[in-house]
C-alpha cells in the first residue's frame, strides 16, 4: 500500500514536498516514480529513483526545479518542488515497484500505485 501526502495549494514560485510510503509485508522496493495528471490530460511520468539513488527526470520542464530522492529504511519516497508554476497543477501519484511476502509466505511483486495528492499552483 502506497501513501502520498504533501499536496496543497500554493502561490507561482512557491515549494511543496510530496512523500509517500510504502507499507505492508515488504521484502524489497525497486524502482520508485512519480507521476501527475493534470485536468484533461493523460497521467505523465515525472521522475523515476532506482533503490541506489540514480535519478531520471523525464519532464523537461522540472528539471533544475523538481527533486526526487528516497529514505530506504523508511520505505519513502519523496518529490521536492520548487519554482512552482501554474502549468504544475495535477494531481500528483507515486508508484513503485515492490517485492513482498503473502500471507503463504510466497515472493510477489508488483508495480503499485498511491492514491494521489493534488498540487494547485495559482498564479
Known amino acids: 500500500q502506497l501513501q502520498a501526502s504533501g499536496g496543497g495549494w500554493v502561490q507561482a514560485g512557491g515549494s511543496l514536498r510530496l512523500s509517500c510510503e510504502v507499507s505492508?509485508?515488504?521484502?524489497?522496493?525497486?524502482?520508485m516514480r512519480w507521476y501527475r495528471q493534470a485536468p484533461g490530460k493523460q497521467r505523465e511520468l515525472v521522475a523515476v529513483i532506482t533503490t541506489g539513488g540514480n535519478s531520471n527526470y523525464a519532464l523537461d520542464s522540472v528539471k533544475g526545479r523538481f527533486t526526487i530522492s528516497r529514505d530506504n529504511p523508511k520505505n519513502t519516497v519523496y518529490l521536492r518542488m520548487n519554482s512552482l508554476k501554474p502549468e504544475d497543477t495535477a494531481v500528483y501519484y507515486c508508484?513503485?515497484?515492490?517485492?513482498?511476502?503473502?500471507?503463504?509466505?510466497?515472493?510477489?511483486?508488483?508495480?503499485?500505485w498511491g492514491q494521489g495528492t493534488q498540487v494547485t499552483v495559482s498564479s
Open positions: 505492508g509485508n515488504i521484502f524489497r522496493i525497486d524502482d
Open positions: 508508484n513503485a515497484d515492490v517485492l513482498s511476502l503473502n500471507y503463504a509466505s510466497e515472493y510477489v511483486a508488483g508495480k503499485y
